[in-house]
């Protein structure tokens, strides 16, 4: 496993579309592994693939240390309720701004095996999974952001 570089906002490759994944190859489930150790090393909640380079429809979603979600091909089935606040992302670091999200979601996606399964979160899980699909359609939180990003220490651990 490896620690890998996290791109930042203006870098392009965070702007482009991720390609679905058709099979989980030994590649793809090393990128996985680390994805999460990038993660967690950082103290993010998610990461998603084109953060570290990669074009693929994969996420990584840990939002209270002790249930990760490995998610390929994710989508969101059902989102309903709003919730209002602070947002961040590894590759804004530092920063953070109110971005308005669903406060449930429901999603499919694809586990290591490729075994469908569906989750379902409220509250900072439902905002994760927002956040974190977005990212594979080239969106940043700061496309949605109300009002202005602000600053925020350096060990804020709930950047995604
Ligand atoms: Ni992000």
């Given at each position: 496993m490896?620690?890998?570089?996290?791109?930042?906002l203006g870098d392009e490759i965070l702007r482009k579309n991720c390609?679905?994944?058709k099979e989980v190859t030994p590649?793809?489930?090393?990128?996985?592994?680390?994805?999460?150790?990038?993660?967690?090393?950082?103290?993010?909640?998610?990461l998603a693939a084109p953060q570290v380079g990669i074009l693929k429809r994969i996420?990584?979603?840990d939002v209270d240390g002790e249930h990760p979600y490995t998610m390929i091909n994710p989508r969101i089935l059902e989102s309903r309720d709003t919730q209002t606040g602070s947002e961040g992302c590894l590759?804004?670091?530092g920063k953070a701004g109110i971005v308005t999200r669903p406060n449930y979601v429901k999603a499919e996606a694809w586990n290591e095996n490729m075994e469908r399964y569906e989750v379902e979160g409220?509250?900072?899980?439902?905002?994760?999974?927002?956040?974190?699909?977005?990212?594979?359609?080239?969106?940043m939180y700061v496309?949605?952001?109300?009002?202005?990003l602000y600053d925020v220490g350096a060990a804020e651990d709930d950047e995604e």
């Open positions: 490896a620690i890998r570089n996290i791109r930042e390609r679905e994944v590649r793809i489930r090393e990128l996985i592994q680390d994805m999460y150790e990038t993660m967690y090393e950082a103290q993010g909640v998610g996420v990584v979603i590759s804004v670091p409220e509250g900072l899980l439902a905002r994760a999974i927002c956040h974190e699909l977005d990212h594979l359609d080239g969106v496309d949605k952001v109300e009002g202005e």
